[in-house]
C-alpha cells in the first residue's frame, strides 16, 4: 500500500492573516480560502487591479500552486516520459511550459517545468490538481531512477507582474531583507537577498540567497525568482519559505518598496481577468481530461517529434483523424456578457458550442470569452449567438489573444 | 456602513423609498459590495409591469451576474439613464444610484419589507461585515 494524498477541507495560505488584515474578499476556490478581491478604500477591486497590473505592477499571492520535484540520474527521462514539452532543450535556470497528458492525449494539468540542477527538476502545477498531479507524477515514474517529492506546502509563492514589476525587483535587490522569528518559528534571524534580475530572460529564473540563524547554529540556502507569470505581462515569481514570519515580511517588502510603483495586492479576481485577456489556459474550462491538446491550441508546447510521452500516440491519431472542435476566442457584439458554461448556438439558433471562460476584460474594456465550436465555425470574422438567460446575444470570433503586451524598447 | 430609514429593504438586497404613490428602487450599498466592480444592469422598459418578489432586471459585476427582485408590485415610469453608460455609479453610492421608479400598485406591500434596523441586522447575520 503507498499512501495516497487527499486535500484535506479548506486550506490556508501562509499569508491568509495579512489578506484579511487588508481586508480582502475571501472566497473558497478549489478547496483553498482565497482572497478574490481586495477594497476600494486601498485602491483595489478587479477592475483597479487587473489595470494596475497592465500599467504598473500587481502582487498576488498564489501560494496555493503546487510544487513536484524530480530529482535523480532518470530525472530528465521521466520528466520527458509524462510531459508533452521537450526538457532536453532546457538549460540549468530555464523554464518552459507543458502539460501532463493521459494516454488519450488529454489534460492530467498543465504546468511550468524548471530545470533546477543536472539531474533535478521542479514542477509547477495547479492548486485544484495538487493531489492528482502527485499520485499521477509518482504513479508514472515508478520505473525510473528517480525520487519524486511533493513540496506543495513548503513554498510560500508570491507573483510580482506589469510592466513595472522589473523595477520593484531591482530596489529590492538593492539591500537584504532582515527579519526575526518569534516564538515557533525555526530560527532566530534570518536575512534574505533577492537577486539582480535586471538580465534575466523570460522564462528564466535565478536563487536569491538566505541566511538563517537559529541560536549559534548558522545555514545558508537559496530561493527562487523566476521570470514567469499568468497575466500576459512580464512580470517574477518568488518562492520563499513558507513559515509565516517570512512570508508576511516578504509580502510586506514587497508591497512597501513597490509602493511608488503604484503596486497594489492582487486577487483571483484579476489573476482570471488578466490571464483571460492574454488566453493563458485555464485547468477545468480549456483545457481537462476530455479536451485534447489540438483542440486546446497548444500544438506549439507538445513535440511530438520527441520519443514516446505519454499520450504522443492518441495525438498523433488524432492528428490523423482531424479534429472536430477548437478553442476559439469570442467578442461580444451585442450587449451582454458571456460567462463560464453558457451555450454557444449558430446564427440559426441551433446549439453548437460552449464557453469555457467569459468576463469583461478591464483592460481592453470589451465583453470577451474562450469557448469551443465545431472545426468548419472556427475562423476569425464568424458570427455566432451566446445564449444569455435565454437569449441569444451576437458574438464574433476575433483572433487571439486578445491583449497582447506591447513590445518595450 | 448606513441604511436611509426613509427606505425599505428586501431579503435580495434591494432598496425601496416611496413618495406619495411613486417608488423609487435601487440596491443596496452590501450588495454592491458583494458584487464588486458593476459592469452592467439590465434594467425593464418605461411601461413594464413590476410583480412583488419577481424578477425585473439583473446586474453584472467583473465576476458575476445576480438576479433583481422587485420589492413591490407597480408600473415602471422612469429609468435611470445614467445607469447603461456609468454603472459604476452603483459602487460609488448604491443608495442615490436608483434604477428605476415605479407607480405603485398596492402599497401595502410594502409592509412586509425590512426596516433600515432589521435589514442591517439581517446583513450582519448574512454576511458579517
Known sequence: MTPVETAPAIRKTALNAVHRQLGAKMVEFNGWDMPVEYPASIGCGIIAEHMAVRTGVGIFDVSHMGDIRLAGREALASVQHISMNDASRLAIGQAQYSALLYPQGTFVDDVIVHRLGDEEYLLVINAGTREKDFNWVRDNTRDFDCAVDNLSDDYTQIAIQGPKAIDLMCKLSQSPLRMEGTAGDSFSFRSISFPDVSALKFYWFTPGQIKTTNGGHKQNSEFMVARTGYTGEDGFEIYVPSDETTSARVWNEVLDVGKEFGAVPCGLGARNTLRLEAKLPLYGHEISDTINVWEARLDRFCKTEKPGFIGREALEKARAAGITRTLVGLEMVERGIARDGYRILNIDGREVGYVTSGSPAPFLKKNIALAYVPIEMGGNGTELLVEIRGQGIRAKIVPTPFYKKPKRT | ?129
Open chain 2, 1 to 129: 456602513m448606513s441604511y436611509p430609514a426613509d427606505f425599505k429593504y428586501t431579503k435580495e438586497h434591494e432598496w425601496i423609498k416611496v413618495e406619495g404613490n411613486t417608488a423609487t428602487i435601487g440596491i443596496t450599498t452590501y450588495a454592491q459590495d458583494s458584487l464588486g466592480d458593476i459592469v452592467f444592469v439590465e434594467l425593464p422598459k418605461v411601461g413594464a409591469e413590476l410583480a412583488a418578489g419577481k424578477t425585473f432586471g439583473s446586474v453584472e459585476s467583473v465576476k458575476a451576474v445576480s438576479d433583481l427582485y422587485a420589492p413591490a408590485s407597480g408600473t415602471v415610469t422612469e429609468v435611470n439613464p445614467e445607469l447603461a453608460t456609468a454603472p459604476e455609479k452603483i459602487n460609488k453610492d448604491a443608495h442615490s444610484a436608483w434604477m428605476l421608479k415605479m407607480s405603485l400598485k398596492n402599497p401595502g406591500e410594502l409592509n412586509s419589507l425590512l426596516s433600515a434596523a432589521d435589514y442591517e441586522k439581517f446583513v450582519a447575520e448574512e454576511g458579517g461585515h
